[in-house]
């Protein structure tokens, strides 16, 4: 009888050319996506390239690239060659720039040098750029996009942003196509398309100007205008996105840990990725409290602690660690007693971690490391945890 070989995310890296990685704010996804860079390029091989919005200077010294930026930098081989690895492969890494990446698209669905121009001086657009809504989760998708096409990269993990909601990634492509048909859009540009209209509102744009200053309204019809002259390159474009997103050499992992609420965000992208027909290649629980936690003889161990503390044990750990014997007891009573209440958020996350089980092919669980992730090794060392 054949036996089944449980899938691990190594396998999952191998097979796909393109990994988004998803989930809230704050739960680790940049570390987690740079950790599985570095394991593809050490152990599977090819050009591997992380694109980042973090732009966390910790992480760039961890890959020993000094600054991450738009254009993508090879990690040196020496950042793997100090901590003892030969990488089979090549690691880069980029950080999406916002405005650089705005210009980039400006210039490549501008119909015309005029436009382009306009649209690159206008001052609205340079004071949107780094505002716009969504622009980071578009921008990422686009880049995405970019990159594939160029046909560098064995393998392109992307470190999604960190969004208010979960969807804001899987729906940037249809919300910039939603844009260029939207009423506000246009109902900004009707002023300067229309005369009647501009007559009738002649007195309300000069007391607008008054009021916001010069020129400030019409800045922003100018620039919409000039916006829907490249309605068809940016809509052809997000259909393209939109397609990539689905394509089988495209998956999603998503990553969360297994507080309440993350956990409940990642249940909830899960499902929604399998709605929309999107690969969802893997979750992973990170900082996961040992499941050691859960055992009987914890717990029995934890009530010993109290109750040795008053016999001697106090005296003993004083003495070993050069400590007053009552503080030493104050600590050991502190541990053992409120080992109940660690137990209990283990067993929490115990169940939390099944249900997530359900919804995708692999569940890894990363633990709580006790150290930053400093250097190449450190990122290797979580990545180990990756294939259990």
Request: proline share 4%; with cysteine; net charge negative.
């Amino acid at each position: 009888m054949a036996t089944s070989k449980r899938p691990d995310l190594l396998a999952l890296l191998a097979a796909k050319e393109m990994v988004l990685v998803v989930g809230s704010g704050g739960v680790g996804k940049t570390t987690t996506a740079a950790a599985m860079a570095a394991a593809a390029a050490t152990e599977i091989g090819g050009r591997v390239l992380v694109l980042t919005v973090d732009p966390a200077k910790r992480l760039a010294d961890a890959l020993g690239v000094g600054e991450i930026a738009n254009e993508a930098t090879r990690v040196p081989d020496s950042a793997f060659a100090e901590v003892g690895v030969e990488p089979r492969g090549e690691l880069w890494a980029a950080m999406l720039d916002t405005r650089q990446g705005w210009d980039e698209l400006i210039r490549h669905h501008a119909p015309d040098a005029e436009v382009r121009d306009a649209v690159l001086r206008n001052p609205l657009y340079q004071n949107l750029t780094g505002r716009f809504v969504h622009s980071h989760d578009y921008l990422a998708m686009e880049k995405l996009h970019e990159l594939h096409a160029t046909g560098d990269w064995d393998l392109i993990i992307v470190d999604t942003p960190p969004s208010r909601n979960a969807l804001d990634v899987l729906d940037a492509p249809r919300q910039m196509k939603e844009f260029f048909g939207s009423r506000l859009l246009r109902w900004l540009t009707v002023p300067y398309r229309s005369r009647l209209f501009t007559v009738a509102s002649k007195p309300f744009y000069q007391i607008a100007d008054r009021v916001l200053g010069s020129r400030f309204l019409q800045d922003i019809a100018e620039f919409f205008i000039l916006f829907q002259a490249m309605e068809r390159g940016f809509v052809d474009h997000a259909d393209e996105v939109e397609r990539l997103l689905v394509d089988q050499r495209c998956t999603f992992v998503v990553v969360s840990t297994l507080e309440a609420a993350p956990s409940h965000e990642a249940k909830f992208l899960a499902r929604e990725l399998l709605r929309r027909d999107m690969s969802l290649g893997a979750i992973i629980a990170n900082r996961v409290m040992p499941t050691s936690f859960m055992a009987k003889g914890s717990a029995t161990s934890a009530r010993k602690l109290v109750q040795l503390a008053d016999d001697g044990l106090a005296d003993d750990v004083g003495a070993q660690l050069d400590a007053d014997p009552a503080v030493a007891r104050a600590v050991l009573t502190e541990i053992g007693s409120r080992f109940h209440q660690v137990a209990v958020v283990a067993t929490r996350e115990a169940e939390r971690r099944a249900e997530l089980a359900e919804l995708a092919p692999l569940l890894v669980a990363a633990p709580m490391l006790d150290h930053d992730i400093n250097d190449v090794a450190d990122l290797l060392d979580l990545a180990a945890h990756f294939a259990a």
